[in-house]
């Protein structure tokens, strides 16, 4: 025993141990000691829990833990500060800072077995700690609902997508730790801006952490695909008493781009694996683009603009044409008006024989309204005023509500005018904004290839009825409710409301 007292000296010398009676020291360890039976607790009902819930995920991994740090840091900083006040000529306080370590002593095993398992335990917490960090700051709950009011919009449409089971982060973070990091850093100033409110409504048009294609949609998809045909049932309903049926069936020829798998060919044909198509748009957006440059396979180069593009090009941003210049909502799509009231007739959720019910609920959609609970209410006094005696009224009004509730976002100003779907051409200029037959090569004469209405797809069948019977597989002539306007710049009409 002789050897592990302490040789005595004149003034008393505080232990270790009451060095840590300090109110830092003891502050340090409540904090800490509760920071680490809250991580416990919160730990095993994550463990346990049937439903993630993004918030508990922060508070076990990253809030416990930091408040588990900070409690130990200020218990070490007590201890510093009560050692500081010990006189420096004092006889111990050199040994006191020195590790006497002898194994043939059992306390002293005792202490370095206990240390070692401490550390293990601290080395694995920190280690399950930062991983779930990692996994939650990438989960699609983590970007979509804590972030809840700016990214509403977002999420929701993102849910009814063919891409619902694609995380977040496979389109908008990529692979790497750079992108990780990046996106990360990126994160902390949008959850400032978050915290302050004083994001922009609608949310930056164009999201500055979009990857480039090759890094994210050709992660899955693959570019050299040749798809050939694709045949599409187009059902509407007109704004008309009885809600006449008017579909249109076409064959779309997508083809594809790669000349090993198949010709190239169609509308893939322009996904820059053999081809090349550049173009300069002169808005955020990428809605107007007066200038396009092609490299076809045998590298020749042909330049097409607009008669009122006589900019010089070196003033522009040359951007290549990749999936997203047309494929640019593929997990954010709002409907139009016009669009989601034909999608819920013809699946039969609003029910098609109550009379002018499309241009009523259209109506009713497309209202100036401030809140979703102003839009709410107002479209339900609006269609009982319309069908006083309607039994079914009750059904139309929640239906016309789940479209809002689904495509409408008036807090964040959002909908489909903002964020227009560029894949067609009806309501937006889409696939139009170069194949309008205004963009001409340096002839003068000749304009970008693809520019007819066959070019693209074949109506194999159109109307309603009978007509719909009459299938040709050459194609027909468009038929054109509005017959005296033959625009062929069909959204200059067509807004995505109902046209009256
Ligand atoms: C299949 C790929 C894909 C997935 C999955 C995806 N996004 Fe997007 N996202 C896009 C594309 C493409 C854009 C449009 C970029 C553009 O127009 O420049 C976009 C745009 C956005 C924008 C900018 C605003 C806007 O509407 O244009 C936000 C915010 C956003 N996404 C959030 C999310 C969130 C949150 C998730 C997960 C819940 C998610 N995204 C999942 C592809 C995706
Ligand atoms: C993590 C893998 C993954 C990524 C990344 C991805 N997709 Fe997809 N995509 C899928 C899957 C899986 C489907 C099929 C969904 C189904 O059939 O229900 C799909 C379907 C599609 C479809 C058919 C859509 C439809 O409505 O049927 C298109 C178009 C598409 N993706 C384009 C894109 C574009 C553009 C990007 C990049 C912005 C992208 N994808 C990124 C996995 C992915
Ligand atoms: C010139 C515009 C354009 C470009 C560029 C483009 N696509 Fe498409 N893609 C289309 C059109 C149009 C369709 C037909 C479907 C439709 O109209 O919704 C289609 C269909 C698809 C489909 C659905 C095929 C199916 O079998 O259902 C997938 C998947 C797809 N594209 C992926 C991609 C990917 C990945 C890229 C980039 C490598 C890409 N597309 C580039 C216009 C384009
Ligand atoms: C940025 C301009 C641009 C946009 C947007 C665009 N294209 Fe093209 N497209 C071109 C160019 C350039 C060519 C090559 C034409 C040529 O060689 O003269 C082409 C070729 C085609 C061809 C092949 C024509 C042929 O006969 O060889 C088809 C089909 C086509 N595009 C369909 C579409 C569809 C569908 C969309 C919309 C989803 C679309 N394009 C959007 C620029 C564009
Ligand atoms: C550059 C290619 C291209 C050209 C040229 C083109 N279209 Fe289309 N069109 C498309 C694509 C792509 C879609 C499918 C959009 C979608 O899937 O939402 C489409 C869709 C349509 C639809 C169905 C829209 C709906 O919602 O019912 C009609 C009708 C149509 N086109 C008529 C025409 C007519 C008429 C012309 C000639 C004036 C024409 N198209 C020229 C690419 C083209
Ligand atoms: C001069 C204005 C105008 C132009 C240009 C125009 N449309 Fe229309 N379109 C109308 C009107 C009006 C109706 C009837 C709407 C109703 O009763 O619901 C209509 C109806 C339609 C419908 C069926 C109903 C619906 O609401 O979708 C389709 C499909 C359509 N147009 C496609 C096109 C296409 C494709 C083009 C371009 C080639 C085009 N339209 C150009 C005015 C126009």
């Not at 590790?99 to 917490?125: I, K, Y």
């Not at 522009?316 to 007739?345: E, F, G, W």
């Not at 209405?453 to 597989?473: P, R, T």
Request: glycine share 6%.
């Amino acid at each position: 025993m002789s050897e592990e007292s302490i040789p005595s000296s004149s003034t008393p010398l505080p232990t270790r141990l009451s060095r840590l009676r300090n109110w830092l020291s003891l502050s340090g360890l409540v904090v800490a000691v509760s920071a680490f039976f809250a991580f416990m607790l919160l730990f095993s009902v994550d463990l346990f829990a049937t439903h993630a819930n993004p918030y508990m995920g922060i508070l076990a991994y990253v809030v416990a833990p930091s408040f588990l740090l900070v409690g130990l840091a200020a218990v070490l900083m007590g201890y510093i500060l009560e050692t500081r006040r010990i006189p420096k000529d004092h006889p111990e306080m050199v040994s006191n800072f020195i590790l006497h370590v002898n194994l043939a002593r059992t306390r002293d095993r005792r202490l370095l077995v206990g240390f070692v398992g401490g550390s293990l335990g601290f080395l694995f917490l920190t280690a399950l700690g930062s991983y779930e960090t990692y996994h939650i700051t990438e989960s699609n709950s983590f970007c979509g609902e804590v972030c809840h009011t700016p990214m509403e919009p977002q999420f929701k449409a993102y849910q009814h997508s063919a891409h619902a089971k694609v995380a977040c982060v496979a389109c908008h973070v990529g692979p790497g730790a750079g992108n990780y990091i990046r996106t990360k850093i990126s994160g902390m100033r949008q959850l400032y801006h978050m915290i302050l409110g004083d994001f922009n409504r609608p949310i930056a048009l164009h999201n500055v952490n979009q990857r480039p294609a090759q890094e994210t949609c050709q992660s899955c998809h693959w570019a050299q695909k040749h798809t050939g045909d694709l045949q599409k049932t187009y059902r509407h309903f007109l704004a008309d008493e009885t809600n006449t049926p008017f579909t249109v069936q076409m064959v779309l020829k997508v083809g594809g781009s790669d000349p090993v798998h198949g010709p190239v060919q169609g509308i893939h044909s322009h996904m820059s694996v053999s081809n090349k198509v550049e173009f300069i748009a002169t808005d955020e957006g990428r809605l107007k683009i007066p200038w396009v440059r092609v490299t076809d396979a045998n590298q020749k180069v042909t330049e097409y603009r607009t008669k009122e593009f006589t900019d010089d090009i070196s003033k522009y941003d040359i951007r290549t044409m990749d999936c997203m210049d047309c494929h640019n909502r593929p997990s954010h799509k709002y409907l139009s008006p016009n669009a989601a009231v034909d999608q819920s007739m013809a699946f039969g959720r609003i029910d098609p024989t109550l009379p002018w019910a499309k241009a009523k609920v259209v109506k009713a959609l497309v209202q100036p309204y401030a809140t979703r609970e102003e839009a709410n209410q107002k479209i339900e006094s609006f269609l009982r005023g319309e069908y006083p005696d309607e039994k079914r009224v009750g059904a139309l009004i929640k239906e016309a509500q789940a479209i809002y509730a689904a495509n409408f976002f008036p807090e964040m100003k959002v909908d489909w005018r903002v964020h227009p779907d560029l894949i067609g051409h009806k309501d937006s200029n889409g696939c139009f904004r170069c194949h309008d037959g205004k963009h001409l090569a340096s002839d003068g004469k000749s304009s970008i290839k693809g520019s007819d209405c066959n070019a693209c797809h074949l109506i194999v069948a159109q109307g309603s009825g009978k007509d719909l019977e009459k299938v040709d597989a050459k194609g027909l002539t468009f038929i054109h409710i509005d017959s005296e306007n033959s625009d062929p710049s069909c959204n200059e009409c067509h807004n995505g409301q109902t046209q009256e």
